[in-house]
């Protein structure tokens, strides 16, 4: 149960910080350094992005560490170059990679799929305007209960608050 890895070559820092803010809105902690602590090997779990300028090729090499250790990545280069171009292709070997800051696709696009029918019925009815309690009622669920569940489905999902999960779950549920 992980979360898609998210990877971007952008090709100027301000797309990197809007890049940044949507990881940052989502959960993702962020470092301006690709270079990682030698302690962990995976790291996927820690949901950290790092982000920085690649110009040179011990710099991409780092990026490409990063990614290859579950590091979501944000490497602004120009990829019209070869270290741009080398990095693009390494980083498209381990996942999917965007180029575009201002790209509507969601973070995770699995999410929705691991949510558990209790939830996503609980979200469904949200949606309709149905309050916590009301939903909790209609499925036969302790207020209690319900609200686990929810909280559960926020963590799943990458948001903090209910409002945020019925949003980015019914954006998930459009595309599929």
Known sequence: MTDTIPMFVVATMSEATTVLRRLTRAGWRSGD???L?????????????RYGRIAEADTAELAL???????????????STDIGRALLADLERLGPVST?????????????????????????RLAAGETIAAAAAAEFLSL???????????????????????LAYLRQRREQ
């Open 144 to 166: 209690r209960t319900a609200n686990r569940r929810i909280a559960e489905a926020r963590g799943i999902l990458g948001v903090r608050t209910t409002r945020e999960a019925v």
């Open 37 to 49: 602590p030698e302690q962990q090997w995976d790291l996927s779990h820690a949901r950290l992005v």
């Open 100 to 124: 575009a800051a201002d790209s509507d696709e969601p973070l995770d696009t699995a999410a929705a799929a691991r949510l558990l029918p209790e939830q996503r019925a609980l979200l469904d």
């Open 65 to 79: 560490l990063a990614a290859a250790r579950g590091v979501g990545v944000v490497a602004v280069a120009d990829v």
């Open 33 to 35: 350094s690709f270079a």
